[in-house]
C-alpha cells in the first residue's frame, strides 16, 4: 500500500494539529486526491515519524492530526558530502541521491576549477527533502549555503576526518582504506569531497595533503564524473562502515 510521507519542520506531540504548508497541501489535496480523514505520515528529523489523519480542508490549505508515533527516531551515520557544483540537472541528481545515501550534510564548494558559479541551495534542499520523504529516512540533511574550498578547509573540525577524491592516483585504493578503518573498529566522524570535473588545482592538493585528517582516496583506473564519483564512494563508505546490513 502506497504511503504519503511528508516532511514537516515543526516539533510533534499526540494530539496536536498541524497545517502542512500550501504546496503540500496541493500535492495532497489535487495530485493525490485525498480528502477528509485520510492518512499521511509525517517526521520532522527530531521525533520519528508519525501516523496522522488529515482533519481539515479549506481551497488551498490543509491540516493533520497526529495520531501516533510510528517509528522512533534513529541514530544515522554522521557522514558529510562536499562537493564542488555541477551544471543544474546533475547537481539536483546529486542531492537526491546522497540524500538516499544517507549523508547528514551537503555542502557545496569553489573550488579553483569550478566553472558553476552559483548554486540555488532553496532549490538542493528541496531535492534533498523530496528524496528523504521517498527513501523512507526520518531526517533531510542539512544542506549549506555554498562557499569557498579554502574557507572550509581553514575552519575544519579537528576530530573529522576528510577523505578527498584524487586523480592524481596518489590515493590509497577505497576498499583498502575502509577495510583498515572497520578492522581498527574506529568511528569518526566522516566527510567526503568531491572535486570538479577538472580536477583539483596543485595549490588545494598541496593544502590538502598537509592535513593529518586528510586521506586521498583513489577510485579505480578510470576517471568518474563529478555525479559519479560521489554517489560511488558513499555507496563503498555505507557498504563497509555506514548504516547498510552487513556482517
Known amino acids: 500500500m502506497r504511503v504519503t510521507r511528508l516532511f514537516v519542520d515543526h516539533p510533534f506531540s499526540s494530539g496536536q494539529s498541524v497545517s502542512l504548508s500550501e504546496a503540500q497541501a496541493h500535492y495532497v489535496m489535487n495530485v493525490l486526491r485525498m480528502g477528509l480523514g485520510d492518512l499521511v505520515y509525517l517526521f520532522n528529523g527530531c521525533d520519528g515519524e508519525w501516523r496522522c489523519v488529515i482533519d481539515r480542508i479549506t481551497r488551498r490549505r490543509c ?3 497526529l495520531e501516533e508515533q510510528v517509528t522512533i527516531q534513529k541514530s544515522e551515520p554522521d557522514l558529510w558530502l562536499i562537493f ?6 546533475r547537481i539536483d541528481f546529486v542531492a537526491a541521491k546522497a540524500t538516499e545515501l544517507g549523508v547528514s550534510a551537503l555542502i557545496p564548494v569553489f573550488t579553483e576549477f569550478t566553472d558553476v558559479t552559483r548554486v540555488n541551495t532553496q532549490r538542493l534542499r528541496s531535492n534533498a527533502i523530496e528524496a528523504a520523504e521517498q527513501c523512507g ?5 542539512e544542506v549549506d549555503e555554498s562557499i569557498k574550498l579554502t574557507a572550509v578547509l581553514a575552519d575544519w ?12 592516483g596518489s590515493g590509497i585504493a577505497i576498499n583498502e582504506f575502509l577495510a583498515k578503518q572497520k578492522a581498527s573498529g574506529q568511528s569518526k566522524p566522516t566527510a567526503i569531497l ?7 588545482s596543485r595549490s588545494e592538493l ?14 579505480g583506473p578510470r576517471i568518474l564524473r563529478a555525479d559519479t ?9 555505507q557498504s563497509v562502515l555506514g548504516d547498510w546490513p552487513g556482517e
Open 63 to 65: 491540516s493533520v492530526t
Open 84 to 89: 564542488a557544483p555541477i551544471k543544474r540537472a
Open 137 to 141: 529516512r526520518l531526517s533531510v540533511p
Open 157 to 168: 573540525p579537528l576530530d573529522r576526518q576528510l577523505l578527498y577524491c584524487d586523480e592524481t
Open 194 to 200: 568531491i572535486g570538479p570535473e577538472g580536477g583539483f
Open 206 to 219: 598541496d593544502l590538502l595533503k598537509e592535513r593529518t585528517n586528510f586521506t586521498a582516496i583513489d577510485l
Open 229 to 237: 564519483a560521489a554517489i560511488a564512494v558513499l555507496s563503498c563508505w
